[in-house]
């Protein structure tokens, strides 16, 4: 008796909870119905009207955390003729952006449902519909593949992204990781880069930023805070920095940088100074395009930092690991303040090496480094104006070379003629000498014969000779039949080149 009247009991309770659950649904009450039903389908799970009328209102919360697919897909399994729990999960699908799967599924429903079902009729619309229906899959793709293809576009691109959708604008504009790296390039005014800095340092940390430097953008970057820059490129500017300005960022924003690069808007020596006190962590500098700025400065960095603060010291050397000269030179001024201060430089790349200049004694100041790991001379194509300097006089490599060999010296993409080879290796002793895409220990007799046999047979420099003339002779015959054709013609000319 107490049993059947615990069963009626429960039973009333489900129907009650049922009806306030309709009753809700009817008010748009969504979060109170969905209580409701989660009640009435903890007692009985297998409640149909209860699960889709639960299904339906977890559809209009559009809550994450209320999953109304696992629903639809109980009703489908229970009732696979029905009409009604296909179009549930059909717009879960669609709402979470697969189109494909609510396509196959809504195929797969028009011939399942009873030709009886009164929804059989809209089921087909809807089919026809997705069919016909063009879809941008490129705009509907999941966040985790937005992410991932935004962090591989340049960056102009991925401005460009933001005007496409709101979806892509609020994707990129919510996730910090993907405007990590900023690259302003050469054409943007000044107004629009303090604008875009206000607006990215709301966004994101940046840890790369390359950006045309000059004083109201370095302004900008010590007034938002740019602490988390890990790489600084400020190559790309044609206006002159005022030191201090430049100084004054890295004591604010220098403590997390680790690679720099700058051209001749820095001032060299004032750069290397002020590092060795505000950027601890600096492991790689890259010199572009850098030429002597002061002529008539002695002592350029000690008068800024004299003036930024005189209680700071000039005795102190920076943590650079690596230092890359781009077409630059170091005139004897900047040798003598900059090479004694990275004591600690393991690797050196000249990119057409015209600092490799006898006169300035730039490989014989670095003999006093006890770290030098390797050094890089790379220098390609023909232009000769960077290259007559050195082409055949290597005595200041070969004084380091002498005193402080490296482990590795690579040669293997410069240019030189044979006596200056020669003289690199009469000079090491020891090391990797890397030439003529091979490699030879200098301390093994075999190897240095080898090399000096190779040396012997070098025709590079030979060649370049007989190429420019020939080019030369090439243009002037196309001159010359250009204006007047048939006098002086060189067929043979033609397939030379």
Known sequence: MDEHFSEDSFESDREIHLDIARLNYEEKDYEATYKCLTSVLDSDPWNLEARELRALAAKHLHNPSYDWKVDAEFLIEAEPHCACPYFILIDNYLSHGHFRDALLLARAATLR???????????????????????????????????????????????????????????????????????????????????????????SAVRKLCIPAFNRSIGALMHHKFQCIRQLDITRSDQHLDDLVFVLCMREIGQ??????????????????????????????????????????????????????????????????????????????????????????????????????????????????????????????????????????????????????????????????????????????????????????????????????LSRLDLSETQVYIRREMELAYQVALYAHEYDQGVLGFPWYSGVF
């Open 256 to 453: 997390s940088w680790q690679e720099v690069s700058f051209s001749w808007n820095v001032e060299a020596r004032v750069f290397f100074a002020a590092a060795a006190h505000f950027c601890p962590n600096l492991e790689k500098v890259t010199v572009s395009y850098y030429g002597q700025r002061y002529i008539g400065s002695r002592n350029i960095e000690k008068d800024v930092l004299k003036e930024l603060d005189p209680s700071l010291g000039f005795d102190r050397v920076v943590p650079v690991k690596t230092l890359v000269m781009d077409h630059s030179i170091f005139d004897s001024l900047a040798v003598r303040s900059i090479v004694p201060r990275c004591i600690a430089l393991q690797d050196l790349v000249m990119k057409y090496a015209i600092s490799f200049s006898p006169g300035e004694a730039f490989f014989q100041s670095m003999a006093t480094l006890p770290t030098l790991h390797s050094i890089s001379i790379q220098q390609h194509g023909d232009n000769r104006s960077y290259v007559d300097r050195y082409r055949e006089d290597p005595t200041d490599l070969c004084i380091l070379l002498r005193e402080n060999p490296p482990e590795t010296l690579d040669i293997s993409q410069c240019r030189l003629t044979r006596e200056t080879v020669k003289a690199i290796i009469e000079a090491m002793r020891r090391g990797t000498f890397k030439r003529y895409n091979s490699e030879f220990r200098m301390d093994i007799e075999e190897d240095r014969t080898r090399l000096r046999m």
């Open 113 to 203: 449902v009873y030709h009886t079902d009164p929804e059989l009729g809209k089921l087909k619309a809807l089919c026809a519909k997705l069919q016909r229906t063009e879809i941008n899959f490129l705009v509907k793709l999941p966040t985790e593949v937005l992410c991932t293809i935004f962090k591989l576009l340049p960056f102009k691109t991925r401005l460009n992204c933001i005007t496409v959708s709101k979806r892509w604008r609020n994707t990129l504009i919510k996730i910090p990781d993907i405007w990590d790296t900023i690259d302003f390039g050469r054409t943007y005014n000044e107004d629009s880069i303090i604008l875009a800095l206000n607006t990215y340092s709301a966004w």
